[in-house]
């Protein structure tokens, strides 16, 4: 059995290092008469095998047996007139056995290739509403970036190639590469796309010198059809690992696969990079990304709101985009922040509100003290309330508290009960003796009533928080 499974494994070795041609000539029928730690004895069928191999393809042979076990030495063939009785199982046909190591390599091929776009179409769910060209922001300082990435996504391997954009962090590169990798995987589902960062590479780099296996590593990548990589200044001062990056380079350009590399400077800026490997980076086309404008800053702020279904007061939009000026990343951040306040407190955001917010997070620029930030009011008694109210909804005091039933009455006044209720913490009866001697039941209607409507109407809970943040209670 032990002969069985190493005649194999170095048959396997030989028919990796030969034509298949020359092996269906040379090679038909194969046992092992000795094994022992040095030499490995061969039967073969005639004269005309055993004089080939030894003249031919004895180095072959030998190296093939050596993968299998290092301390062979010395291999010798020898004619058995008997090796084709089909009871001789030790015995490989070796024409029958190259069909099945065939056909082993291509159903391995095939799960290999079905996962793999497996795990490509399920990234790409996953990506596909976060990542795409759908919802990339366009503006002036990003527009051929874009365009650039339309153009490669449509026609990879003809347009464009490499494609090489930079730009300050968080300007939405990797959103664009991203967004790239998930339009290319889809249109060319049976080809081999690979979305990878400059930390990933290194790690698998390294891997690939610690266990001596780099050329299959350049074997992996020269198999790929399009190579995006992200942020490839983290390989600045790696030298081995630049290298290794122009050969793989090499190869799929040479090859004319499509290449897809971010940057956050441009390639004549890069004084830590291999300057082979800088000019490789300037052939085909590059771009840059810029900060964006006030009205993109607002658009993206915006849309960015309306993905996470949370509706963000215009006044307050546009302050946050004033002001938040540096890149996208912190106009989302800015956004998050609003958005768990809200979720924990239920309290939409106004715009003192997130003018103190910015100040507290140090956003302090010029416009964030141009903007007039109500001062304290001091409430006094009941009356400083429903006054605010009716300045507020432009209404009569007296419509508020007498009990008229029109409706632009009966939200005011349930606002009114509800400030007293939970701000000033009046019991139901005395709240109902200012509103026209109402019963402690009507008046907790009313306030139930509003919590009700504030929970559903986000227009009203606005209304509700900016009466109250102008009183600051």
């Avoid at 339009?183 to 010198?209: C, H, L, M, P, R």
């Avoid at 780099?214 to 190579?227: A, G, N, T, W």
Wanted: with cysteine.
């Amino acid at each position: 059995m032990q002969k069985q499974y190493k005649l194999k494994n170095i048959v396997i070795n030989v028919i990796d290092s030969i034509k298949k041609q020359d092996f269906l000539v040379y090679f038909r029928k194969i046992s092992i008469i000795e094994l022992n730690e040095k030499e490995i004895v061969f039967w073969v069928v005639s004269w005309f095998m055993k004089d080939n191999l030894e003249a031919k393809f004895y180095n072959t042979v030998l190296a093939a047996a050596k993968l299998e076990n290092r301390e062979i030495e010395k291999i010798s063939f020898k004619i058995d007139s008997n090796i084709d009785n089909p009871s001789n199982t030790d015995v490989i046909d070796c024409s029958d056995f190259l069909k099945e190591v065939s056909k082993s390599k291509k159903s391995k091929k095939s799960i290999w290739i079905t996962n793999n776009i497996e795990q490509k179409i399920t990234a790409s769910k996953t990506w596909v509403e976060r990542y795409n060209l759908a919802n990339f922001v366009v503006w002036t300082d990003n527009q051929l970036a874009f365009s650039a990435c339309e153009a490669v996504c449509r026609n990879p391997w003809k347009a464009y190639n490499p494609l090489y954009i930079y730009g300050d962090v968080w300007l939405w590169k990797t959103h664009l590469l991203r967004a790239a990798w998930n339009q290319i995987i889809k249109k060319f589902k049976d080809k081999n796309i690979v979305y990878t960062t400059a930390d990933k590479f290194i790690t698998e780099y390294v891997s690939a010198v610690k266990k001596r296996s780099i050329e299959r590593l350049r074997q992996k990548y020269r198999e790929m059809d399009v190579l995006i990589i992200d942020d490839v200044q983290f390989l600045a001062k790696k030298e081995q690992t630049q290298n290794e990056l122009y050969n793989i380079f090499n190869l799929l350009y040479e090859s004319n696969k499509q290449i897809i590399i971010s940057w956050d400077r441009a390639p004549k800026e890069l004084e830590n990079l291999e300057p082979r490997l800088r000019s490789r980076f300037e052939w085909g086309i590059t771009v840059d990304i810029g900060r964006p404008d006030f009205e993109t800053r607002l658009a993206i702020l915006q849309e960015k709101a309306r993905g996470k279904e949370f509706m963000i007061p215009q006044d307050v939009a546009e302050f946050i985009a004033a002001n938040v000026t540096e890149n996208v990343r912190e106009l989302e951040w800015v956004l998050n922040q609003m958005i768990a306040e809200y979720e924990l407190t239920n309290i939409t955001p106004t715009l003192p509100r997130i003018a103190e917010k910015l100040k507290k997070l140090s956003f302090t620029t010029d416009i964030l003290w141009s903007v007039k930030i109500p001062q304290k009011t001091t409430i006094k008694s009941y009356e400083d309330i429903i006054a605010k109210v009716w300045e507020h909804f432009w209404i009569e005091v007296d419509g508020i508290k007498w009990p008229n039933r029109r409706k632009e009455f009966m939200i005011p006044r349930q606002v009114s009960m509800y400030l007293l209720k939970t701000k000033m913490h009046y019991t139901y009866e005395r709240i109902g003796n200012i509103f026209s001697g109402r019963n402690h039941a009507a008046v907790l209607y009313s306030c139930k009533k509003l919590e009700k409507l504030i929970k559903q109407d986000q227009g009203l809970l606005h209304e509700v928080n900016t009466i109250r943040d102008s009183m600051w209670i």
